[in-house]
């Protein structure tokens, strides 16, 4: 008879509206190996590993399982920004400790770069303490920045396309808005996430890929001034008569008494203030080349829960990814990231393989500068022809349940706690 040992999966940083479609590719893929037995799920990630937190989602209803596509972010089994430091040793014997004791033989880490990087750690350390782990990640972010700038890693994260759809449309209606209220409100500046990378900001483009709008975007990269910004908009009011501008979190218009999180990114939804109010500020200040004042939308999570715009093709890929990282666990591939590799050719194409966790650790893909047209305000059609095949071609039709939509909730099945209770060591008081 195989022996067999239960499988942790658990999630980290901040979330998606696919995300859960991953969980279920996971919880789905792991019945089809008889050396798999419990799947549980680690109550907001590394956290609930440390707290012994651990959710049996082999034994939840089918139909529980099932509406994981449909349910956004990370209700089911949450998330967290607790970053495993090197300097943490207790932290990473009590995960080992955790692990031992549930006859844990696979670890799965869905996240982005940090959490690439805590999967390689434990992987090691449990190889020291000579504890037989796979441990697998799955990709997660709507930033799109793991992997490397040649697209050789990963062509695109699970996550990235659903935001991406999200700004096509918002960008549609704000055209919208934008032309029927220009003569009092002729500029709106909407503020995208996206911190240091453009991938989410450049989204706005799909939404006008023939430029026809009066759209102007700003990526964190797109190096210029609130004095040239101004010109710009200025110019575009004299030609149209309106204009809407699309600018990243990460632009930078100087100090905005930023928050940052314990893996030391900017939390910009928890600053003082904003980029977009800046702006407007700014061009109000300056005056503009047509009667009226700007105004600003700022996004906030939205971007990453709106569910009714999560694309299909982006739903589908998150499972597969789950999918394939059980497939490298189970198999004994573990020290490897599941990952997407866009097929050339003229139709959308992918397939999935596999990534060492030590290239994609940390690691952190760039926007290409040739994405970025000379004037700084917009981006290529070649950026387009990327990123236009990942928001899929219809509406996703959501399950409802008396005007409501019906999401996944998971029965309280934990794991007996069998060791004592810990704190984990960044949660001390000092």
Not at 86 to 115: A, C, K, P, W
Not at 219 to 239: G, R
Request: one cysteine or more; aromatic letters at 8%.
């Amino acid at each position: 008879m195989k022996e067999f040992k239960n499988l942790i999966v658990a999630q980290s940083g901040g979330p998606t509206c696919v995300i859960n479609s991953s969980l279920r590719g996971v919880i789905e893929a792991a019945r089809c190996f008889d050396n798999i037995g419990t799947v549980y799920g680690a109550c907001h990630g590394i956290e609930g590993v440390l707290k012994e937190e651990l959710i049996n989602l082999s034994d939840q209803p089918e139909e529980e399982i099932k509406l994981l596509r449909y349910t956004p972010v990370a209700g089911s089994i949450g998330t967290c920004r607790y970053k495993l430091k090197s300097h943490q040793m207790e932290d990473f014997e009590r995960v080992i400790d955790v692990f031992r004791t549930h006859h844990i033989g696979y670890f799965l880490y869905n996240g982005g770069n940090d959490s690439m990087d805590t999967a390689n750690k434990i992987a090691k350390l449990a190889a020291q303490r000579g504890l037989l782990l796979q441990a697998v990640g799955i990709p997660k972010t709507i930033d799109n920045d793991i992997g490397d700038s040649e697209f050789k890693l990963i062509d695109h994260t699970p996550g990235y396309a659903s935001a991406a759809k999200y700004w096509a449309h918002m960008v549609q209606y704000a055209n919208e808005e934008n032309k029927g209220s220009c003569p009092a409100d002729p500029v709106l500046v909407m503020q995208a996430m996206g911190r240091k990378i453009g991938f989410i900001p450049a989204a706005a483009r799909l939404a006008d890929p023939k430029r026809q709008m009066p759209l102007l975007i700003y990526l964190a990269e797109s190096h210029c001034s609130l004095e040239e910004l101004a010109d710009q908009v200025n110019n575009k009011l004299k030609q149209e008569g309106r204009c809407i501008v699309v600018i990243s979190e990460g632009f930078n218009v100087g100090n905005l008494d930023e928050v940052k999180d314990s893996f030391g990114h900017t939390h910009f939804g928890a600053s003082k203030t904003t980029v977009a109010q800046t702006v407007v500020n700014y061009l109000n200040q300056v005056g503009l080349a047509a009667k009226g004042t700007a105004r600003c939308n700022v996004s906030g999570t939205d971007q990453r829960h709106s569910m009714a715009y999560a694309s299909s093709v982006d739903l589908d890929e998150a499972y597969r990814v789950g999918q394939k990282a059980v497939e490298l666990a189970a198999t004994g591939q573990g020290g490897f990231m599941s990952t997407i590799l866009r097929e050339p050719g003229l139709i959308y194409n992918v397939r999935y393989d596999k990534v060492p966790l030590t290239k994609v650790a940390n690691s952190e893909r760039t926007f290409l500068k040739n994405w970025i047209m000379p004037n700084g305000c917009d981006v290529s059609d070649d950026f387009v022809n990327y990123a236009k095949p990942l928001i899929g071609e219809d509406m996703l039709a959501l399950p409802m349940n008396g005007g409501l939509q019906r999401m996944t909730q998971f029965q309280p099945l934990y794991a007996e706690k069998l060791l004592p209770d810990y704190i984990p060591q960044a949660d001390r008081s000092t």
